[in-house]
């Protein structure tokens, strides 16, 4: 009952997260940028056309994006209020559909059964270590499992890809291959993800949290979704 009370609540906050976030970063009506006038910084606008863009190649990534965008402010010094963007989404096993074939090996980073959830924020610096303050709680509908879990790096997702059992001279070309696949999708910094053994079904899912952006601790409202586990 954690995991639903923890759920509704977040749920609750998402309702107002995304207006809240974006409000702060109104601009204020001021004189056009000249020669001795910095442009303006990122303002609302901005920041929905950075989510909107980039909606289409998630899906085509495998992702089903939550129902809010998220933000987190004092994030970035190039942006008003510091406001970075971000989405999260889950993605159903099994994934990805298409990958590096290499025979008798498993490359499946999601297994049937399993949901991925992911965090995508945009314009954070690349990751200098493994800790994440990102975490997920989710609720499978259809068959009333229930969990939380802390979201790693994506770089222990590209790992896992990896199964021991690959010939050493097989491994630089599956590396990349799955390298070249997540890049074509994804920006570079902060991204988290966790695979779960949700089971198949509806999931329904919270994600909030925080990711350092160089020296700065970013807190990210909640954001909540759903997904169809096959």
Same mark, same amino acid.
């Not at 009506?29 to 990122?42: G, K, L, N, Y």
């Not at 090996?105 to 493994?130: C, E, K």
């Not at 997920?136 to 990896?162: E, F, H, K, Q, Y």
């Given at each position: 009952? @954690? ?44 920041? !929905?056309?950075?989510? /909107?863009?980039? !909606? ?42 298409? @990958? ?6 498993? !490359? ?5 059964? /399993?949901?991925?959830? @992911? ?15 990102? /975490? ?42 799955? /390298? ?36 700065? @601790? ?13």
């Amino acid at each position: 009952m @954690t995991v639903v009370r923890r759920l509704t609540t977040c749920a609750a906050v998402a309702t107002g997260s995304v207006a809240a976030a974006f409000a702060l970063c109104a601009p204020a009506h001021a004189a056009p940028a000249s020669a001795d006038t910095p442009a303006a910084v990122a303002g609302p606008g901005d920041l !929905l056309g950075v989510y /909107q863009s980039n !909606l289409e190649a998630l899906k085509q990534f495998g992702m089903d994006p939550f129902a809010y965008p998220t933000a987190a402010a004092f994030c970035d010094d190039a942006s008003t209020m510091g406001i970075v963007p971000a989405v999260a989404g889950a993605v159903p096993g099994p994934w990805p559909k298409t @990958t590096v074939n290499i025979p008798g090996v498993d !490359l499946t980073a999601v297994r049937s059964g /399993q949901t991925m959830f @992911t965090f995508v924020p945009y314009g954070v610096a690349p990751d200098n270590s493994a800790n994440s303050g990102m /975490q997920v709680a989710w609720i499978n509908v259809s068959n009333g499992r229930t969990g939380a879990a802390n979201m790693g790096p994506i770089g222990d997702v590209l790992a896992a890809m990896i199964p021991p059992q690959v010939p050493a001279e097989a491994r630089p070309a599956a590396a990349k291959a799955i /390298q070249d696949f997540f890049l074509a999708a994804l920006p570079v910094g902060g991204i988290r993800a966790v695979p779960v053994d949700t089971g198949k079904g509806t999931v329904l899912a919270a994600v909030f949290g925080s990711v350092r952006n160089g020296n700065k @601790t970013c807190y990210f409202l909640p954001t909540v979704g759903m997904t169809t586990v096959p």
